[in-house]
């Protein structure tokens, strides 16, 4: 079996080339990946971003989704949850 090296350095484990496409792809995904580096995640998400992350977040609550008192907000990549959150106390505020 040949072994694709993974091109990043985020602990991803290498992957067989079966496991692209055969039973084993579910490990495959994202989530996988997240896992392993979320405990850096937040930390260097807003080193990179100079803390603009968060303005980005907030401007995106309050400006953009529009949010009304009853609305139900569902968060399908939710990560970290930072914006989950940011939409529950901004929810709690209309």
Request: proline share 3%.
């Amino acid at each position: 079996q040949q072994t694709a090296q993974s091109a990043g350095s985020f602990g991803v484990s290498d992957a067989t080339e079966e496991s692209k496409e055969g039973p084993a792809a579910p490990r495959m995904g994202s989530g996988n990946m997240f896992d392993r580096i979320a405990f850096a995640y937040d930390s260097t998400n807003k080193w990179m971003s100079f803390g603009l992350d968060q303005h980005w977040r907030n401007t995106m609550v309050k400006d953009c989704l529009q949010l009304r008192p009853d609305d139900k907000v569902l968060d399908l990549a939710t990560g970290t949850a930072d914006v989950s959150i940011l939409v529950g106390q901004h929810l709690r505020q209309l």
